[in-house]
Protein backbone atom coordinates (compact mmCIF):
# COMPACT_ATOMS: atom_id res chain seq x y z
CA UNK A 1 0.00 0.00 0.00
CA UNK A 2 1.54 3.62 -0.98
CA UNK A 3 2.24 5.76 2.18
CA UNK A 4 -0.99 7.99 1.16
CA UNK A 5 -0.44 10.00 4.09
CA UNK A 6 3.29 10.92 4.29
CA UNK A 7 2.39 11.76 0.74
CA UNK A 8 -0.34 14.47 1.33
CA UNK A 9 1.75 15.70 4.41
CA UNK A 10 4.78 15.72 2.28
CA UNK A 11 2.58 17.62 -0.68
CA UNK A 12 1.51 20.38 2.23
CA UNK A 13 4.89 21.11 3.58
CA UNK A 14 6.33 21.12 0.21
CA UNK A 15 3.46 23.44 -0.92
CA UNK A 16 4.08 25.75 2.26
CA UNK A 17 7.71 25.82 1.10
CA UNK A 18 7.26 26.94 -2.12
CA UNK A 19 5.09 29.68 -1.52
CA UNK A 20 7.53 31.39 0.98
CA UNK A 21 10.39 30.58 -1.70
CA UNK A 22 7.54 33.02 -3.73
CA UNK A 23 6.94 35.71 -1.16
CA UNK A 24 10.22 36.44 -0.51
CA UNK A 25 11.24 36.38 -4.52
CA UNK A 26 7.92 38.75 -4.62
CA UNK A 27 9.73 42.62 -5.44
CA UNK A 28 8.48 45.47 -2.53
CA UNK A 29 6.59 47.56 -4.76
CA UNK A 30 3.04 49.21 -5.33
CA UNK A 31 2.03 45.51 -6.61
CA UNK A 32 3.43 43.78 -3.52
CA UNK A 33 -0.50 43.19 -2.66
CA UNK A 34 -1.22 41.98 -5.95
CA UNK A 35 1.54 39.30 -5.35
CA UNK A 36 0.54 38.04 -1.78
CA UNK A 37 -2.94 37.66 -3.52
CA UNK A 38 -1.75 35.58 -6.56
CA UNK A 39 0.25 33.35 -4.10
CA UNK A 40 -2.29 33.01 -1.95
CA UNK A 41 -4.64 31.71 -4.60
CA UNK A 42 -1.87 29.63 -5.30
CA UNK A 43 -1.74 28.14 -2.09
CA UNK A 44 -5.27 27.75 -1.60
CA UNK A 45 -5.42 25.65 -4.91
CA UNK A 46 -2.27 23.28 -4.29
CA UNK A 47 -4.03 23.12 -0.85
CA UNK A 48 -7.36 22.05 -2.80
CA UNK A 49 -5.66 19.88 -5.09
CA UNK A 50 -3.80 17.45 -2.24
CA UNK A 51 -7.10 17.59 -0.52
CA UNK A 52 -8.90 15.85 -3.80
CA UNK A 53 -6.20 13.25 -4.62
CA UNK A 54 -6.10 12.52 -0.81
CA UNK A 55 -9.59 12.37 -0.63
CA UNK A 56 -10.49 8.39 -1.41
CA UNK A 57 -6.80 7.20 -1.26
CA UNK A 58 -7.37 2.92 -1.45
CA UNK A 59 -5.22 0.34 -0.67
CA UNK A 60 -5.32 -3.33 -0.91
CA UNK A 61 -6.24 -5.11 2.82
CA UNK A 62 -6.66 -8.71 3.20
CA UNK A 63 -10.09 -9.46 4.60
CA UNK A 64 -9.69 -13.72 4.94
CA UNK A 65 -7.04 -16.07 4.31
CA UNK A 66 -5.86 -19.61 5.79
CA UNK A 67 -2.34 -20.74 6.62
CA UNK A 68 -1.24 -23.53 3.87
CA UNK A 69 0.45 -27.08 4.07
CA UNK A 70 0.77 -30.67 3.09
CA UNK A 71 -2.62 -31.84 3.90
CA UNK A 72 -2.41 -35.04 5.90
CA UNK A 73 -3.42 -38.71 4.32
CA UNK A 74 -7.01 -38.55 5.64
CA UNK A 75 -7.30 -34.81 4.37
CA UNK A 76 -6.47 -35.11 0.61
CA UNK A 77 -8.46 -35.76 -1.85
CA UNK A 78 -8.13 -38.67 -3.75
CA UNK A 79 -6.33 -38.97 -6.11
CA UNK A 80 -8.15 -39.95 -8.72
CA UNK A 81 -10.69 -37.23 -8.18
CA UNK A 82 -7.84 -34.59 -9.08
CA UNK A 83 -8.26 -35.10 -12.97
CA UNK A 84 -10.96 -32.64 -14.76
CA UNK A 85 -11.94 -31.44 -10.65
CA UNK A 86 -14.14 -28.23 -9.88
CA UNK A 87 -13.27 -26.68 -6.34
CA UNK A 88 -16.33 -24.59 -4.81
CA UNK A 89 -14.81 -23.50 -1.92
CA UNK A 90 -16.98 -20.58 0.28
CA UNK A 91 -15.25 -18.37 2.70
CA UNK A 92 -16.33 -15.88 4.80
CA UNK A 93 -14.71 -12.69 5.08
CA UNK A 94 -14.10 -9.75 8.02
CA UNK A 95 -13.73 -6.21 6.09
CA UNK A 96 -15.65 -5.10 3.05
CA UNK A 97 -14.49 -3.50 0.03
CA UNK A 98 -15.68 -2.36 -3.54
CA UNK A 99 -13.53 -4.60 -5.65
CA UNK A 100 -11.40 -7.69 -4.64
CA UNK A 101 -8.61 -9.69 -5.53
CA UNK A 102 -8.28 -13.87 -5.19
CA UNK A 103 -5.18 -15.77 -4.02
CA UNK A 104 -4.36 -19.15 -5.00
CA UNK A 105 -1.28 -20.65 -3.68
CA UNK A 106 0.35 -24.43 -4.62
CA UNK A 107 3.27 -24.12 -2.25
CA UNK A 108 4.09 -27.72 -1.77
CA UNK A 109 2.86 -29.09 -5.72
CA UNK A 110 5.34 -31.54 -7.15
CA UNK A 111 4.18 -29.55 -10.77
CA UNK A 112 2.60 -27.12 -12.79
CA UNK A 113 -1.03 -26.80 -12.24
CA UNK A 114 -3.46 -25.93 -15.00
CA UNK A 115 -6.76 -23.90 -14.48
CA UNK A 116 -9.34 -23.35 -17.38
CA UNK A 117 -11.66 -21.57 -15.41
CA UNK A 118 -12.29 -19.89 -12.02
CA UNK A 119 -15.07 -17.33 -10.87
CA UNK A 120 -16.16 -15.76 -7.34
CA UNK A 121 -19.44 -15.40 -7.14
CA UNK A 122 -22.00 -15.02 -3.96
CA UNK A 123 -23.70 -18.37 -2.19
CA UNK A 124 -27.29 -19.12 -1.79
CA UNK A 125 -26.98 -22.32 0.15
CA UNK A 126 -24.13 -25.15 0.41
CA UNK A 127 -23.24 -25.81 -3.25
CA UNK A 128 -26.04 -23.54 -4.51
CA UNK A 129 -24.29 -20.39 -6.22
CA UNK A 130 -26.00 -16.93 -7.51
CA UNK A 131 -25.36 -16.82 -10.96
CA UNK A 132 -26.39 -13.32 -10.95
CA UNK A 133 -23.21 -12.19 -9.33
CA UNK A 134 -20.71 -14.94 -10.75
CA UNK A 135 -17.82 -13.02 -12.15
CA UNK A 136 -15.29 -14.35 -13.59
CA UNK A 137 -11.82 -14.29 -12.33
CA UNK A 138 -8.44 -13.35 -14.65
CA UNK A 139 -5.00 -13.57 -14.37
CA UNK A 140 -2.96 -11.53 -16.27
CA UNK A 141 -6.12 -10.63 -18.45
CA UNK A 142 -6.39 -14.69 -19.40
CA UNK A 143 -9.56 -16.34 -18.04
CA UNK A 144 -6.67 -19.67 -17.30
CA UNK A 145 -3.79 -19.84 -15.55
CA UNK A 146 -0.78 -21.87 -15.25
CA UNK A 147 0.57 -22.11 -11.73
CA UNK A 148 4.17 -23.37 -11.45
CA UNK A 149 4.95 -25.38 -8.15
CA UNK A 150 6.29 -23.76 -4.78
CA UNK A 151 3.77 -20.69 -5.82
CA UNK A 152 0.99 -18.38 -4.97
CA UNK A 153 -0.48 -16.34 -7.82
CA UNK A 154 -2.81 -13.16 -7.06
CA UNK A 155 -5.66 -12.41 -9.78
CA UNK A 156 -6.66 -9.59 -11.16
CA UNK A 157 -8.82 -7.12 -9.49
CA UNK A 158 -12.46 -7.01 -10.38
CA UNK A 159 -15.36 -4.68 -9.23
CA UNK A 160 -17.14 -6.89 -6.70
CA UNK A 161 -18.92 -4.95 -3.80
CA UNK A 162 -18.61 -7.17 -1.05
CA UNK A 163 -20.14 -6.71 2.04
CA UNK A 164 -18.60 -7.20 5.61
CA UNK A 165 -18.78 -10.28 7.23
CA UNK A 166 -20.53 -11.84 4.35
CA UNK A 167 -19.40 -15.58 2.39
CA UNK A 168 -17.88 -15.03 -0.88
CA UNK A 169 -17.56 -18.26 -3.21
CA UNK A 170 -14.61 -19.57 -5.13
CA UNK A 171 -14.89 -21.76 -8.08
CA UNK A 172 -12.08 -23.17 -9.83
CA UNK A 173 -11.30 -25.96 -12.25
CA UNK A 174 -8.03 -28.00 -12.12
CA UNK A 175 -7.07 -29.98 -15.30
CA UNK A 176 -4.99 -32.42 -13.84
CA UNK A 177 -3.48 -33.94 -10.67
CA UNK A 178 -0.84 -31.41 -9.16
CA UNK A 179 1.23 -34.48 -7.15
CA UNK A 180 1.70 -32.97 -3.53
CA UNK A 181 -1.52 -31.08 -2.85
CA UNK A 182 -1.47 -27.82 -0.79
CA UNK A 183 -4.75 -27.37 1.54
CA UNK A 184 -5.76 -26.20 4.89
CA UNK A 185 -7.26 -29.03 6.49
CA UNK A 186 -10.18 -28.04 9.30
CA UNK A 187 -11.85 -25.62 7.59
CA UNK A 188 -14.75 -26.00 9.54
CA UNK A 189 -16.28 -24.60 6.32
CA UNK A 190 -18.02 -27.24 3.54
CA UNK A 191 -15.84 -27.49 0.15
CA UNK A 192 -17.65 -29.36 -2.99
CA UNK A 193 -15.85 -30.89 -5.59
CA UNK A 194 -17.15 -32.88 -8.89
CA UNK A 195 -15.44 -33.91 -12.37
CA UNK A 196 -16.11 -31.84 -14.76
CA UNK A 197 -15.83 -28.13 -15.35
CA UNK A 198 -19.06 -26.94 -13.57
CA UNK A 199 -17.28 -23.63 -12.13
CA UNK A 200 -20.11 -21.37 -13.69
CA UNK A 201 -22.84 -23.87 -12.96
CA UNK A 202 -25.50 -22.59 -10.22
CA UNK A 203 -26.23 -25.95 -8.71
CA UNK A 204 -23.66 -29.49 -8.33
CA UNK A 205 -25.91 -32.22 -7.40
CA UNK A 206 -23.75 -35.08 -7.94
CA UNK A 207 -20.68 -32.92 -5.74
CA UNK A 208 -18.88 -34.55 -2.80
CA UNK A 209 -18.16 -32.78 0.26
CA UNK A 210 -14.78 -32.15 2.59
CA UNK A 211 -14.36 -30.21 5.27
CA UNK A 212 -11.16 -28.55 4.23
CA UNK A 213 -9.74 -25.84 1.71
CA UNK A 214 -7.57 -26.71 -1.21
CA UNK A 215 -5.08 -24.22 -3.16
CA UNK A 216 -7.21 -20.99 -2.05
CA UNK A 217 -5.44 -19.20 0.38
CA UNK A 218 -6.45 -15.36 0.61
CA UNK A 219 -8.95 -12.96 -0.27
CA UNK A 220 -7.93 -9.33 -0.70
CA UNK A 221 -10.53 -6.27 -0.86
CA UNK A 222 -10.05 -2.34 -2.12
CA UNK A 223 -10.33 -0.01 0.96
CA UNK A 224 -9.69 3.19 2.42
CA UNK A 225 -6.23 3.91 3.54
CA UNK A 226 -6.49 3.34 6.96
CA UNK A 227 -7.65 -0.29 6.87
CA UNK A 228 -5.66 -2.75 7.95
CA UNK A 229 -6.02 -6.81 9.19
CA UNK A 230 -5.29 -8.00 12.12
CA UNK A 231 -3.34 -11.60 12.06
CA UNK A 232 -4.48 -14.62 14.54
CA UNK A 233 -1.58 -16.78 14.84
CA UNK A 234 -2.51 -20.01 17.00
CA UNK A 235 -2.77 -23.91 16.78
CA UNK A 236 -6.13 -25.50 16.59
CA UNK A 237 -8.16 -23.28 19.24
CA UNK A 238 -7.61 -19.88 16.63
CA UNK A 239 -8.27 -22.46 13.77
CA UNK A 240 -11.51 -23.54 14.86
CA UNK A 241 -11.47 -26.71 16.41
CA UNK A 242 -15.02 -27.11 18.45
CA UNK A 243 -16.65 -24.59 16.26
CA UNK A 244 -19.67 -25.36 14.50
CA UNK A 245 -19.11 -26.02 10.15
CA UNK A 246 -20.59 -23.44 8.36
CA UNK A 247 -21.59 -21.70 12.03
CA UNK A 248 -18.39 -18.83 11.28
CA UNK A 249 -18.14 -18.85 15.08
CA UNK A 250 -14.51 -19.49 15.40
CA UNK A 251 -12.93 -16.74 17.75
CA UNK A 252 -11.40 -14.70 14.84
CA UNK A 253 -14.97 -14.47 13.57
CA UNK A 254 -16.82 -12.87 16.78
CA UNK A 255 -13.35 -10.42 16.65
CA UNK A 256 -14.41 -9.52 13.15
CA UNK A 257 -17.80 -9.11 14.25
CA UNK A 258 -16.96 -6.91 17.09
CA UNK A 259 -14.55 -4.77 15.36
CA UNK A 260 -17.20 -4.37 12.64
CA UNK A 261 -19.63 -3.03 15.47
CA UNK A 262 -17.26 -1.12 16.53
CA UNK A 263 -17.18 2.93 15.52
CA UNK A 264 -13.57 3.25 16.03
CA UNK A 265 -12.56 -0.18 13.96
CA UNK A 266 -14.69 -0.29 10.78
CA UNK A 267 -11.46 -0.66 8.70
CA UNK A 268 -10.30 -3.65 10.82
CA UNK A 269 -10.40 -6.94 9.30
CA UNK A 270 -8.89 -10.53 10.73
CA UNK A 271 -6.81 -12.73 8.71
CA UNK A 272 -6.93 -16.43 10.64
CA UNK A 273 -3.51 -17.93 10.31
CA UNK A 274 -4.07 -20.97 13.02
CA UNK A 275 -2.89 -24.30 12.44
CA UNK A 276 -3.61 -27.50 14.13
CA UNK A 277 -1.06 -28.52 16.26
CA UNK A 278 0.66 -24.91 15.85
CA UNK A 279 3.70 -24.43 18.68
CA UNK A 280 4.36 -20.62 18.00
Known amino acids: MPPVNVGLLDGKLASRQHDRRLIAKCPRSNKD ?11 IALASLTKMEGASPQGWVGTWAASQQVPEPQNALP ?4 TDLTLRE ?11 RVRLC ?12 LGATGRIWFQFIDP ?7 FNGSADVIIPPAAEYVSDSIAYPLAPLSELTVSMH ?22 GDLTAVADMPSAKKVEHW ?11 SDSYSIVA ?20 DVLAQRLQANADTPGAGVLNQGVGGNHL
Open 106 to 117: IRHASTPSYFGA
Open 233 to 252: LGDSITDGHATTTNGNDRWT
Open 214 to 224: DVLSGVDVQAS
Open 79 to 82: SADL
Open 33 to 43: VLCVLKLLLLS
Open 132 to 138: ASDHVLL
Open 174 to 195: LEADPGQQTGHPGSRQTTFYTH
Open 90 to 100: TVHVSLGGSNI
